[in-house]
């Protein structure tokens, strides 16, 4: 793919939440932005992670890139260097929740293959018309 730059990594929330909560669970949503030959790429990730039977940690982030001589067709061309983006964000929020939480730097963060994330991420291609 293109060279690639991290332009900015925010935490949304990081919030403890009263409610049982079996499994992980987590979203991302994708913001393509084209700008004058270049692409700017917004991920929000969202986690949801069991603490115990009685609350979940529940963390949002974002993630901006900029996509050099890139646009939206780049990104289904090279939908396998899209996922490890979302890979990325999703190491982001595990250091968010790290930094934040330090009590909770136990917790366990299921990591998932660049594949795990295809069905969804064409899913939003579709809604966004890519």
Known sequence: MRDIK??????LNNDILEQNLEHQHYGFLLNPIER??????????????????QQHLF????TTFA????????LRAEVETLAGLIQTC?????????????NLTHLQ??????????DEIQ???AE???
């Open 128 to 130: 966004l018309g890519i």
């Open 123 to 125: 899913t939003q291609f």
């Open 67 to 74: 996509l050099e001589q890139a646009d939206r067709n780049t």
């Open 36 to 53: 004058e030959g270049h692409l700017i790429l917004e991920v929000r990730f969202e986690l949801l992670l069991p603490i115990d039977q």
């Open 59 to 62: 963390c949002k982030t974002i």
């Open 90 to 102: 999703m190491a982001n929020t595990r250091m968010f929740i790290m930094l934040n939480n330090p």
């Open 109 to 118: 963060l299921k990591y998932f293959d660049n594949q795990y994330f295809m």
């Open 6 to 11: 991290i332009i900015a990594v925010a935490c």
